[in-house]
């Protein structure tokens, strides 16, 4: 059965140093993998995905993810962290075959002035 | 560009009242489903529908009823509120393959005295 782990439900960054927010996941199958943004009162918006294509994925508002098969991560980064980046953080493992998703408990980011 | 569109966005419901949330996206996407967001506990499924005229339970159907009344339309029931389903309430549509990603509504913020 598949299944995500966020190592950190809190994580704090001064605004300008990186973002580092942890993921592994579980999968029988080769995995799809996403991270999801939510900000206060909003719903969830894409930040990326990895479909087994290149392992460094890019996504927007400078994010970018590795997959490390080796270590089942999906870990995101950040090089600099702005205010706006503010926000909690989901990181996404899809079921093949049930075409359902299973949800990271989320990471909230906190960025300090 | 609607996206998926959830109506109400706000609603206060007495214990035993009944209610339907109303969910439709314009993005001709074959999946829908409904999840519960709760503090420190991620997103959880509730039902989805895998393609027009399926439906399947999630994690957490207890109390809820859905009806896919079209492809665009999927429709969430709770017949007898109970002060548990307090939560907000997400919609979310993908196409029909996994390693696409999920769109999500705004949520629906329901209050159950």
């Known amino acids: 059965a598949q299944s995500v782990t966020q190592l950190d439900s809190h994580v704090s960054v001064s605004e300008g140093t990186p973002v580092l927010l942890r993921c592994n996941y579980s999968s029988s199958y080769s995995p799809s993998l996403f991270w999801y943004v939510q900000h206060p009162n909003k719903g969830l918006q894409l930040l990326l995905k990895?479909?087994?294509?290149?392992?460094l994925v890019k996504g927007i508002n400078g994010f970018e993810a590795e997959f490390k098969k080796s270590e089942t991560s999906f870990h995101l980064t950040k090089p600099s962290a702005h205010m706006s980046d503010a926000a909690e953080y989901f990181c996404v493992v899809s079921d093949p075959g049930t075409y359902k998703y299973i949800f990271g408990t989320g990471t909230r980011l906190k960025v300090l002035a | 560009n609607a996206g998926v569109t959830q109506t109400p966005k706000f609603q206060v419901l007495k214990t035993g009242q009944s209610m339907t949330l109303q969910c439709a996206q314009d993005?001709?996407?074959?999946?829908m489903y409904w999840y519960r967001q709760d503090p420190g506990m991620g997103l959880r499924l509730i039902y989805y529908?895998?393609?027009?005229?399926?439906?399947d339970k999630g994690e957490v159907p207890n109390g809820y009823n859905v009806s896919r009344l079209n492809k665009r339309e999927f429709s969430l029931r709770l017949e007898s509120a109970a002060p548990s389903q307090t939560s907000v309430y997400f919609c979310?549509?993908?196409?029909?393959?996994?390693?696409?990603?999920?769109?999500f509504g705004d949520g629906t913020r329901l209050s159950i005295l």
């Open positions: 993005m001709n996407h074959n999946s």
């Open positions: 979310a549509s993908s196409e029909r393959q996994n390693n696409q990603p999920q769109h």
């Open positions: 529908s895998a393609s027009e005229g399926t439906t």
């Open positions: 990895y479909t087994s294509a290149a392992t």
